[in-house]
């Protein structure tokens, strides 16, 4: 199963994304989470230790590695570089693993509107397009905003993209750009992810203004959760009823896609 998590910025997908992606561990599933973020912070959000995290480089900012496979430095913009570089090894070579989930950082990379200029974007747009062929695995990306990554060859592999919102206007609008965006490269299976709901009024509130999608989950507001943050333990493992929806919203994402 592949899922994509997006939504405008401090919705809760870094958050959502960890909680799901141990959920699915959980239920006994492989699962590799790839942090799409130019400030990675899923390590974080899923309590790496920091031995792990200490050796956890983002792709996109390894210059030898991207050197060796590409032909080029990253920042390069002339010159000739592989656009399609070697990237089936990388998974298993730098992405650490704690507790059923293992975790890949992609690192900063400016997507022009044209396609892939430079050799860190080659690298990583390759390394997307890999992972979404890859079988047999969970697959959670940690999109921050765009689906630029996202090529339209690949769009098919996605079994759900899933937009997060809280309840405010702004975050509805975003969501309707986004999925605006999505479904100009193709994608149609996309589906809503309400967070930081706080009483019933939030929850009719998105119900009324949503856009024409469905409604997968909705994750409540809890203090607990910053409570996690001060003690340094996984919102998984603090916030009883935050855990109950991501084991809910992962049963109903198999129910979606047929898939066991
Ligand atoms: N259900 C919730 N209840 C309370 N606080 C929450 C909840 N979900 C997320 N938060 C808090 O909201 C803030 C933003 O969350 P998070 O980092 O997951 O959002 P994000 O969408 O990944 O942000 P960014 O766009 O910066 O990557 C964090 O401080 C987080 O602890
Ligand atoms: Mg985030």
């Given amino acids: ?16 994304t960890a909680l799901i992606a141990q959920a ?25 230790p920091s031995e792990l995290k200490d050796s956890l480089h983002p792709i996109a900012e390894m210059e030898d590695l991207i050197y060796e496979r590409t032909g080029a430095k990253p920042g390069a ?18 992405s650490v693993k704690h507790r059923g989930v293992r975790l ?25 397009t890999h992972l979404l062929f890859r079988k047999d695995e969970v697959l959670l990306l940690d999109m921050y905003a765009g ?20 309840p405010t206007n702004r975050s509805l609008n975003t969501s309707t750009q986004i999925i605006k965006l999505a479904t100009d490269i193709g994608l149609n299976k996309i589906y809503l992810v309400a967070n930081k709901i706080r009483n019933e009024g939030d929850v009719e509130f998105i119900e009324k203004f949503k856009p024409d999608i469905p409604l997968l989950a909705n994750f409540n507001s809890s203090q607990k959760v ?22 809910l919203t992962v049963k109903r994402l198999y129910d979606l896609s047929n898939i066991d």
């Fill in 147 to 166: 689906v630029e990554h996202l090529g339209r060859a690949t769009v098919d592999f996605v079994d759900a993209m899933l937009i997060v919102v809280e």
């Fill in 24 to 48: 699915f561990a959980d239920s006994g599933k492989d699962v590799l989470a790839v942090d799409a973020d130019p400030s990675p912070c899923l390590a974080d959000a899923l309590c790496f």
């Fill in 104 to 128: 890949l950082e992609m690192g900063s990379v400016e997507f022009g509107g044209g396609g892939c200029i430079c050799p860190e974007g080659a690298m990583v747009k390759t390394l997307f």
């Fill in 226 to 247: 910053n409570e996690a943050d001060h003690l340094n333990v996984a919102v998984y493992d603090h916030v009883k009823e935050l855990k109950e929806e991501a084991m």
């Fill in 1 to 16: 199963m592949k899922i994509a998590v997006s939504g405008k910025g401090g919705v809760g997908k870094t958050t959502i």
């Fill in 77 to 94: 913009s002339g010159g000739f570089f592989s656009l399609n570089p070697r990237v089936d090894d990388i998974p298993d070579k730098f």
